[in-house]
């Protein structure tokens, strides 16, 4: 019989080789190593952890819970599992659960200014951007002057459409962090700006002094958008290429990987794959998509305003679904085949739970992201009671919107207009595709 000290011997080494196997990129490795010396016992916070790692990688998202779960119960007070929980359930889509926890955490008498702002992060992850407000303005009252609560503080109240509090907020960052891009570019989209009153001197004096950092191209973006409110286009135009190149320079990106990967999800999801796959009975979703700026926003709000339709804003959830359901893949390519091998019935009971759990009062919910035009084939077999609406804009109205706009994340081909022409190219391709193959599923909104 194997003694307690063989035995945490014995899971030490199973977990330095987890450790190893995840670097390796073996995470189905690392898993099996970790369950298998698991098996003896209730292990330790480490062992979990690790092992919840690894499940991300395959996006075993429940069994990530599960062992992040086991790892905040072996040390509740430990930061790292706490976070790796909180992630686990964003992930899984478990949204009233990551709320409760986050509220919980924040219940701790000693919690301070930094725990304050990686729970709020969470919060905004989840689109409780109230609760991200509260716990951000907690730790600034508490005396945590530091520039970047207080931008994260201006990102919670922008949502909330608390512009007043975000300006306020935003110029105390520049006042201590002249220099940071993000806040002088979130400044200048506040309001639209006036010859009597803007910051183009400021912006002037600060982009020589910005050269090699790594946000500077924001300082352009700004820039660009002041001068488009006065109507000094040709010179809002330089700042926008000057900010573009900077931005498109930082960036390791391919559109051509972007096209191939549509032209895959053409050839594979035909009639005779629709023809042959089984249908989730499900709620009946709305579902927005298009490209980024064509108008999806609008057409969101013209829908929510509806007192039976809730939007949920653009999510990720169907993309987690379609992964989660799917077994581990390694690249686009086959997670592109792998999607087209699960029943479409699992993608859509997936995604409607996730549904519920962001909406459990049973309005209709409405989706709005913009992407989710890549797996329409897949949305309209899985949710056969969805409605699907396709956002169209003249072309060259949107390649310029995108053109002009810095995303916080996502959208990397919107930097360069050669790059943002092939996209839309590539998509145009993709939505003749779904039509012939979906017809009237799809209601075209111009």
């Known amino acids: 019989m194997m003694t307690s000290l063989e035995r945490d011997d014995k899971l030490a080494a199973a977990t330095q080789t987890a450790m190893r196997l995840l670097e390796e990129g073996s995470p189905q490795d690392a898993t099996e190593t970790l369950v298998r ?19 991300q990688r395959l996006s075993d998202f429940a069994g990530m819970v599960e062992s992040a779960v086991a790892a905040r119960k072996l040390a509740p007070e430990d930061m790292i599992a706490q976070n790796v929980e909180l ?27 930094a725990r304050l702002d990686e729970l709020a992060q969470s919060a905004t992850q989840i689109g409780d951007f109230a609760l991200a407000e509260k716990l951000l303005q907690r730790a600034c009252d508490a005396g945590a002057d530091d520039a970047r609560l207080r931008f994260n503080l201006a990102a919670a109240q922008v949502a909330l459409g608390k512009f007043d509090a975000a300006q306020e907020n935003l110029l105390a ?45 924001a300082l352009h973006f700004a820039r660009a958008k002041e001068l488009e409110d006065l109507a000094r286009h040709r010179e809002s135009l330089t700042a926008l290429q000057q900010g573009n190149a900077l931005r498109r320079a930082a960036m390791r990106y391919r559109v051509e990987d972007d096209a191939h990967t549509m032209t895959r999800i053409a050839e594979t999801f035909r009639r005779d794959w629709s023809d042959k796959a089984e249908v989730h009975a499900s709620a009946a979703p709305i579902l927005v998509v298009g490209m980024p700026r064509s108008g ?42 792998a999607a087209a091998q699960v029943p479409p019935a699992r993608i859509g009971a997936n995604y409607t739970r996730r549904m519920r759990w962001r909406v459990p009062s049973g309005e209709r919910t409405l989706d709005k992201t913009p ?8 949305i309209a077999k899985a949710l056969p ?38 996209y839309m190219i590539a998509k145009h391709r993709l939505m003749t595709h779904w039509h012939e193959q979906l017809g009237e599923r799809i209601v075209h909104v111009d």
């Open 385 to 422: 009671d969805a409605t699907l609406v396709h956002v169209r804009r003249d072309p060259m109205d949107i390649a310029f919107a995108v053109y002009k706009t810095l995303f916080r994340m996502g959208y990397p081909f919107a930097y360069s207009l050669d790059d943002i022409g092939d």
């Open 296 to 337: 999806t926003t609008l057409v969101d709000r013209i829908l929510s305003s509806h007192p039976d339709v809730a939007s949920v804003g653009e999510v990720n959830d169907l993309a987690l679904a379609i992964m989660e359901e799917a077994p581990p893949v390694g690249s686009k390519d086959e997670l592109v085949a």
């Open 87 to 113: 992630e686990a359930l964003v992930l899984r889509g478990d949204i009233p659960a990551a709320r409760s926890r986050i509220v919980e955490l924040t219940e701790k008498p000693d919690v301070g200014a």
């Open 37 to 55: 010396a698991l098996h003896d016992g209730e292990g330790d916070r480490v062992a979990w952890v690790v092992l919840a790692r690894a499940q």
């Open 173 to 217: 960052v520049t006042r201590s962090a002249s220099l940071d891009g993000e806040a002088r570019y979130n400044l200048s989209t506040l309001r639209t700006q006036a010859p009597e009153r803007n910051n183009l001197s400021d912006l002037a004096s600060l982009i020589p002094r910005a050269a090699g950092r790594r946000d500077a191209f």
């Open 371 to 378: 992407l989710n035009f890549l797996y329409l084939g897949v």
